[in-house]
């Protein structure tokens, strides 16, 4: 059989196969009925362009990259209190990237975690299909308990913008086209214990088992606050916070903080890094809606990486030391939404702007245009990390 051929079949077999142990158990006592098996998902796809001031004696590059994803979410729950989630990404990425930049290929095709589900149907100069589920775990509810095995998203983060929180799976504002945000391998389990109030275990173990995450979380209210309480082991370090939730005069207040400390004594001079960001929102009565965070990260820097290749961790969510942040977004109109965000990082004198334009073109059919610009003084490595542009189609079934 003709190999492009194969591999047009190996996409659609990924697109269908986790549907065949679903069918078989999906339909009520009479068989008719598919009320416990629930598909959606979306196709998405889009054009980016990248242009980088690189460093004397190099001269300024630019790379055109065309992707193309298919998202597809599925849940099945075989009884009223277990659910079955399967969510996963096929991605194409084809264009100078690829083909310039091999470690770029490497981190779209890596996977983090402790069982490598990552699948590269093809790999050739240009171009990459990849396929990866993001969330794959079984889920059960007991009156006030819940547990999750595999892959999840552990949700511990409260601010909009940056998360020290969320030691298992942090999330970078950078990352423009993954609303869902990554998962982790991990089992969690949950207890609610009255009015806002619950405790959580959870761990995810790594491959290197130094490199695990484990810690447990402790919530409840205080005089209209949410606040809770994190104590673990992240990855060699011992780990422990805060976060909080409440509001003033219509206005939101939020925070997040973590100390890490290393185990074992290190000689990098990192032996303790402390993290606060607190944020400010605000919904005006024209439906501006405002957030506005700071950012204090003892450990945080963008001297000896590749800023955009950068993976932000809960221990260092940020390029500098210091970092004050706000989100505008604003309906223009019923199928018109705008947003831009704006990152000042006062001690490396740069500054990064992202406005974004939603369009919806028809039903279930979104037209969407990115843009991410850095701009700084002297020797910054943001400001010279250039700019981004992107726009896409997404269709949602």
């Given at each position: 059989m003709n190999l492009e051929i194969r591999r047009i079949?190996?996409?659609?077999?990924?697109?269908?196969?986790?549907?065949?142990?679903c069918l078989a158990d999906a339909r009520d006592s009479e068989g008719t009925a598919w009320e416990n098996l629930h598909i959606g998902g979306y196709v998405q796809a889009g054009y980016v362009h990248i242009s980088a001031s690189l460093p004397a004696p190099a001269e300024d590059e630019s790379w055109n990259e065309y992707r193309v994803q298919k998202r597809l979410n599925i849940r099945w729950d075989p009884a009223p209190n277990i659910a079955c989630h399967w969510q996963m990404r096929t991605r194409l990425f084809a264009g100078d990237r690829v083909r310039q930049f091999p470690a770029y290929a490497q981190e779209i095709t890596e996977d983090y975690g402790l069982v490598d589900l990552s699948w590269t149907i093809i790999e050739e100069d240009n171009r990459i299909l990849h396929y990866i589920p993001d969330r794959l775990y079984a889920e059960g509810d007991w009156q006030d308990w819940n547990i999750r095995v595999g892959r999840q998203r552990v949700n511990w983060g409260v601010n909009m913008i940056t998360n020290p929180n969320d030691i298992f799976n942090i999330y970078s504002i950078y990352d423009f086209d993954y609303p869902?945000?990554?998962?982790?391998?991990?089992?969690?389990?949950?207890?609610?214990?009255g009015f806002a109030s619950r405790m959580e275990v959870?761990?995810?173990?790594?491959?290197?088992?130094?490199?695990s995450v484990a810690a447990v979380l402790y919530a409840f209210d205080r005089r209209g606050y949410d606040i809770q309480l994190i104590a673990g082991y992240f990855r060699e370090r011992a780990a422990a916070g805060a976060g909080w939730a409440g509001s003033m005069g219509g206005t939101g207040l939020k925070g997040e903080a973590m100390v890490f400390s290393d185990i074992k004594g290190q000689d990098n001079g990192r032996d303790t890094d402390f993290i606060i960001a607190a944020a400010v929102d605000h919904m005006f009565a024209n439906s501006l809606f405002m957030v506005i965070e700071g950012l204090y990260n003892s450990g945080g820097g963008a001297d000896d990486f590749l800023l955009r290749a950068q993976r932000l961790s809960p221990d260092n969510p940020s390029f500098s030391k210091y970092q004050v942040s706000a989100q505008f977004s604003y309906p223009f109109h019923p199928l018109l939404d705008g947003a831009i965000t704006?990152?000042?990082y006062p001690d490396e004198d740069a500054l990064f702007i992202s406005p974004a334009l939603t369009w919806s073109v028809a039903e279930n059919l979104d037209a969407r245009l990115v843009g991410q610009f850095f701009t700084g003084g002297g020797d910054s490595a943001i400001g010279s990390a250039g700019t981004l542009v992107s726009a896409s189609l997404q269709y949602h079934f």
């Amino acid at each position: 059989m003709n190999l492009e051929i194969r591999r047009i079949l190996w996409v659609l077999l990924i697109a269908v196969t986790p549907l065949f142990p679903c069918l078989a158990d999906a339909r009520d006592s009479e068989g008719t009925a598919w009320e416990n098996l629930h598909i959606g998902g979306y196709v998405q796809a889009g054009y980016v362009h990248i242009s980088a001031s690189l460093p004397a004696p190099a001269e300024d590059e630019s790379w055109n990259e065309y992707r193309v994803q298919k998202r597809l979410n599925i849940r099945w729950d075989p009884a009223p209190n277990i659910a079955c989630h399967w969510q996963m990404r096929t991605r194409l990425f084809a264009g100078d990237r690829v083909r310039q930049f091999p470690a770029y290929a490497q981190e779209i095709t890596e996977d983090y975690g402790l069982v490598d589900l990552s699948w590269t149907i093809i790999e050739e100069d240009n171009r990459i299909l990849h396929y990866i589920p993001d969330r794959l775990y079984a889920e059960g509810d007991w009156q006030d308990w819940n547990i999750r095995v595999g892959r999840q998203r552990v949700n511990w983060g409260v601010n909009m913008i940056t998360n020290p929180n969320d030691i298992f799976n942090i999330y970078s504002i950078y990352d423009f086209d993954y609303p869902e945000r990554p998962g982790s391998d991990a089992i969690r389990i949950q207890r609610f214990m009255g009015f806002a109030s619950r405790m959580e275990v959870a761990a995810s173990p790594a491959r290197n088992i130094e490199e695990s995450v484990a810690a447990v979380l402790y919530a409840f209210d205080r005089r209209g606050y949410d606040i809770q309480l994190i104590a673990g082991y992240f990855r060699e370090r011992a780990a422990a916070g805060a976060g909080w939730a409440g509001s003033m005069g219509g206005t939101g207040l939020k925070g997040e903080a973590m100390v890490f400390s290393d185990i074992k004594g290190q000689d990098n001079g990192r032996d303790t890094d402390f993290i606060i960001a607190a944020a400010v929102d605000h919904m005006f009565a024209n439906s501006l809606f405002m957030v506005i965070e700071g950012l204090y990260n003892s450990g945080g820097g963008a001297d000896d990486f590749l800023l955009r290749a950068q993976r932000l961790s809960p221990d260092n969510p940020s390029f500098s030391k210091y970092q004050v942040s706000a989100q505008f977004s604003y309906p223009f109109h019923p199928l018109l939404d705008g947003a831009i965000t704006l990152i000042g990082y006062p001690d490396e004198d740069a500054l990064f702007i992202s406005p974004a334009l939603t369009w919806s073109v028809a039903e279930n059919l979104d037209a969407r245009l990115v843009g991410q610009f850095f701009t700084g003084g002297g020797d910054s490595a943001i400001g010279s990390a250039g700019t981004l542009v992107s726009a896409s189609l997404q269709y949602h079934f």
